[in-house]
């Protein structure tokens, strides 16, 4: 599945827009921002395809017309706060702008930008199948048939098509299987699991996001001491006390352990994201302290994990 612009895959990057969070693990920043551009068949699974590179924080633009490429290649930046990944669905739905998409490739080949293609396929019985399913037409049938549509769009991504780095058949795929595929082709496997760690007070209620939820209320409250009331679970003091509490820190390892499996097989449902709420009375204290232990100690079995803790500063 090679082809003729083949450029070094993207490396992961720690996601834009989340100062208040602490990001790390298996995160590589990249050394140079590249275009991807998506195209094949339609029915073939671009918008899954799509959906999936936003998930791994791809900037990503719908239907554009392809005489916009290189324009929006101006968008890509390696500063701090520009766009690092930017992928581009060009397809027939542009009708006539589609026509100069081999053109516009050429130049930005002439232009020294950093691009690739990922040609999505699928086989003509596949596609009707699939069309008939949503009951919606081909973009090109017209007055014909499905399989019109499909002879014609063969036609036009011929040279497309040959050009293309990856071409990925997807006729025989599940929508994870192709979700596996594209992030495969485009970053490898070091992106992973996402695994967001949240601190709560079960007072102001549960996260709505939360996939498990754990009550650490068993843990004697540093409130109740003078000294340590005013802090946090981030001031030292209190997170000396907290994890120096019998059976914190052997929770924490437990717990790490019976997670083990559970984000495995995340992993093998393609589900990308799992929200871990640690509560405790007031979300200042233990549960702050122990939401901190945890991602430290998922950190260090290889997992990228962000931590949150959503009510401090709420008393």
């Known amino acids: 599945m090679t082809g003729q612009h083949g450029n070094e895959p993207p490396a992961t990057t720690v996601p834009t827009g989340i100062s208040s969070l ?16 998506i195209t094949g068949m339609s029915g073939a699974g671009r918008t899954k395809a799509a959906a999936v590179l936003e998930d791994l924080d791809w900037y990503v633009v719908d239907n554009l017309p ?16 520009g766009v690092h990944r930017l992928a581009a669905v060009v397809d027939v739905r542009g009708r006539e702008f589609f026509a100069d998409l081999v053109n516009v ?4 080949q002439e232009a020294g930008i950093a691009h690739r293609i990922l040609f999505l396929e699928a086989s003509d019985a596949v596609l009707v199948q699939r069309f008939e399913a949503v009951r919606r037409p081909h ?33 025989d795929l599940t929508v994870h299987d192709l979700a596996r595929e594209v992030r495969a082709a485009v970053s490898g496997d070091e992106d992973g ?14 996260p709505l996001d939360a ?3 754990v009550d650490v209320r068993f843990l004697a409250n540093p409130y109740w001491i003078s000294e340590l009331r005013h802090l946090t679970g981030r001031d030292e003091p209190v997170r000396d006390y907290v994890l120096g509490l019998p059976r914190a820190t052997e929770f924490v390892a437990r717990y790490a352990d019976a997670l083990d499996p559970v984000l ?50 709420r008393e």
């Open 22 to 37: 602490e990001v790390s693990g298996r995160v590589r920043r990249r050394e140079q921002p590249e275009l991807l551009v």
């Open 66 to 81: 392809a005489q916009l490429l290189t324009q929006l290649a101006g968008m890509l930046s390696t500063g701090p706060g």
């Open 105 to 108: 490739i050429d130049s930005l």
């Open 139 to 171: 973009p090109l049938q017209g007055d014909g048939r499905i399989l019109d549509g499909i002879a014609e769009e063969r036609a036009l991504l011929a040279e497309v098509k040959s050009r293309a780095d990856v071409v990925l058949d997807t006729s």
């Open 193 to 206: 699991l996402r695994v967001h760690v949240v601190s709560f007070g079960f007072k102001y209620g549960l």
């Open 211 to 213: 996939d498990h939820v």
């Open 264 to 313: 495995d097989g995340y992993l093998q449902e393609d589900k990308r994201y799992v929200t871990i709420a640690i509560g405790c009375t007031g979300g200042k204290h233990r549960s702050v302290a122990l939401a901190e232990a945890l991602a430290g100690e998922l950190r260090g079995r290889g997992h990228r994990v962000a931590v949150t803790h959503r009510d401090l500063g």
